[in-house]
C-alpha cells in the first residue's frame, strides 16, 4: 500500500484502511461513490473496533454516516455512507475528505 490512497485508489477497491484516514493519507475529495469500507485487520478484534470507530468519528465531520460494522475473515468493516451532492449544488467545494 502507498504512502498516500487516492480517491481513484479507494474507489477501486471501494474501501480504505482506518488508519489511513487517521493518518490524513486517505484523500477522498474525488471518490464518487455513496458507500464506502473502512477495514482494520491483523489486530485483536476490540483494537480494531477502537480504530475504526476512530475514523468514522473522524469522517462524519465530512458529512459520513455509519450504518453498520462486521468482521469477516479476521477483518474488521465499518462501512460508511454520505449523501451524494449534485453537481449544480456544489457551490462550496468540495470538503477535505
Known sequence: MSLHETADMIGQRRQVSAEAVLEQRADLRGYQHQYLHVTCGDIQAEEGLRTATMA??????????LVTISHLAGTL????????????AAQGGEPHV
Request: net charge positive.
Open 56 to 65: 468514522v468519528d473522524y469522517l462524519c465531520h465530512f458529512g459520513w454516516r
Open 77 to 88: 468493516y465499518a462501512t460508511v455512507r454520505r449523501d451524494l451532492v449534485p453537481p449544480l
